[in-house]
């Protein structure tokens, strides 16, 4: 007898596959862990979610592995950090002018991700899909509460 999987308990290691190997060569040109890409990402893609913690919450990501990252890019030059003056327990995270090719290329391989899940698939069914996952999230961290 076949061992029939539900696609939802599947996905997470395809997708988690194909996407390590769309940012590789961003990883490999700027000598870069995945979770350094993914912060210079976040920063890049979510205006105004600009703190360690945001990354945290909104990415489910582990506190020192982002703590580690944003570190390494400190050291780099591709990000700044920056209290807020009236929190002053807040860190803001800023991307530098070197972080921009990085961020660039990492955007172009985050579309060719998206690119490759949604080819075939109409802009209705892109639609459906998007809110589907987003009902799935919530549902997840909802039950994680």
């Known amino acids: 007898m ?20 769309e940012m590789a060569g961003v990883m490999e040109k700027w000598q870069l862990t995945g979770m350094e890409v993914d912060v ?3 920063l890049g893609n979510n205006p105004g979610c600009d703190t360690a913690s945001d990354m945290v919450q909104l990415c489910q990501l582990t506190k020192s592995h982002v703590s580690k990252a ?15 003056q009236g ?10 002018d070197a972080a921009r090719p990085v961020l660039k290329a990492g955007q172009a ?7 490759v899940l ?7 069914e892109r639609d459906i899909a998007r809110r ?14």
């Open 109 to 115: 391989s985050q579309k060719r991700f998206v690119d």
């Open 87 to 96: 929190n002053r327990r807040k860190v803001h995270l800023l991307l530098t």
């Open 40 to 42: 210079v990402l976040f």
């Open 70 to 84: 944003v570190d390494h890019l400190t050291e780099m030059g591709y990000i700044t950090q920056e209290r807020d």
């Open 132 to 145: 589907v996952m987003e009902k799935m999230i919530d549902n997840a961290v909802k039950e994680e509460a």
């Open 2 to 21: 076949a061992c029939v999987k539900h696609p939802l308990l599947t996905i997470r290691s395809a997708l988690k596959r194909r996407y390590a190997q």
């Open 118 to 124: 949604t080819r075939g698939l109409s802009d209705e």
